[in-house]
């Protein structure tokens, strides 16, 4: 059973697909934890990133699958992002056409795939910035919106509220690296002197992403394979008492090289009223959780500032 707006009353704890190009074990590992330890209620998986990750992990998705549910978690299955070659519109269309199974898009291709009537999720990478687009999607059969990354605070709260109107979900990125764009091309490959087609899958050697710094030695962005992320991750606290009182009805962790059970249990409290944004900020750094590689924490752009400028 989806854990829609209509069937749930307390705030949703999503943890997002895995960004990374992280061994086939150590995903599995990872979501046998997730099933089995963390206190989450949905849980997606998928490649969104790069294609050519897929078929590492294809075999042990299903057992994945199958484990989470068991758990009780409800899976979201993502459809890749940017798909440009043959194959990959042809898995997006084989995602798409899937029965039973809920599926989150990451750009716009699948919605000429999807059968009527269809649901779907929305990720933050699709471009939601207003109260009509989110009832055109609404429309099409949107049960849930994760809101763009870099909305200032009165527009989430506008969104919000058009969300609740319309009966589906709002959903916002709370912690973790924040995507900023995806490109055709693979920096990992050129920083390593590989062309795309032949990358050798050099991203497995940084497994949050590989640090950009500016000439002067200042930490600026972070690389992914073809995407690029924030040099901070993003560990939001006390904007979560005002996001809930927005209405906001599900909050997304992104998964990083740390332990992501420890993680959903602080927000999970947080979202509890257990303890206030502060404590829970202390919790994450005094346990090296949000600084996986020793990067910052930020609060994202809420603050309508830029997010390389908020509060760390």
């Not at 394979?225 to 909050?251: K, W």
């Amino acid at each position: 059973m989806t854990n829609t707006p209509a069937t749930r009353s307390t705030p949703t704890l999503v943890m997002g697909p895995v960004l990374f190009n992280w061994a086939p074990e150590r995903l599995s590992d990872f979501y046998a934890r997730i099933a089995d330890e963390a206190d989450v209620d949905r849980v997606h998986v998928g490649e969104v990133v790069c294609s050519k990750r897929e078929p590492f992990f294809a075999d042990r998705l299903p057992e994945a699958i199958e484990r989470l549910t068991r758990a009780g978690k409800t899976v979201v299955v993502d459809a890749l992002a940017l798909p440009t070659l043959k194959r990959e519109r042809q898995s997006v269309a084989a995602l798409a056409g899937l029965d039973g199974v809920e599926i989150e898009i990451n750009d716009m291709t699948p919605l000429a795939l999807l059968p009527a009537g269809r649901r779907f999720a929305v990720s933050p990478l699709v471009n939601v910035y207003d109260e009509g687009t989110l009832g055109w999607f609404a429309a099409r059969g949107a049960w849930s919106v994760a809101l763009p990354y870099e909305l200032p605070t009165a527009s989430i709260e506008r969104l919000a509220a058009e969300g609740a109107r319309l009966g589906i979900e709002t959903q916002l990125h709370v912690f973790g690296r924040v995507p900023l764009a995806i490109s055709g091309r693979c920096y990992h490959a050129r920083v390593h002197g590989l062309a795309k087609d032949s990358c050798q899958f050099v991203c497995n050697q940084d497994p949050d992403g590989l640090e950009v710094d500016t000439l002067d030695g200042e930490g600026f962005l972070a690389v992914n394979g073809v995407q690029t992320l924030s040099d901070a991750c993003t560990a939001a606290g006390d904007e979560i008492a005002t996001l809930l009182g927005f209405g906001v009805g599900a909050f997304r962790l992104s998964p990083q090289s740390c332990d992501m059970v420890a993680v959903a249990a602080i927000y999970r409290a947080l979202l509890a009223g257990s303890f206030d944004g502060a404590e829970a900020r202390a919790r994450l750094g005094a346990v090296g959780l949000a600084l996986p590689l020793g990067v910052p924490m930020m609060s994202g752009s809420w603050p309508a500032t830029a997010g390389a400028a908020s509060p760390r």
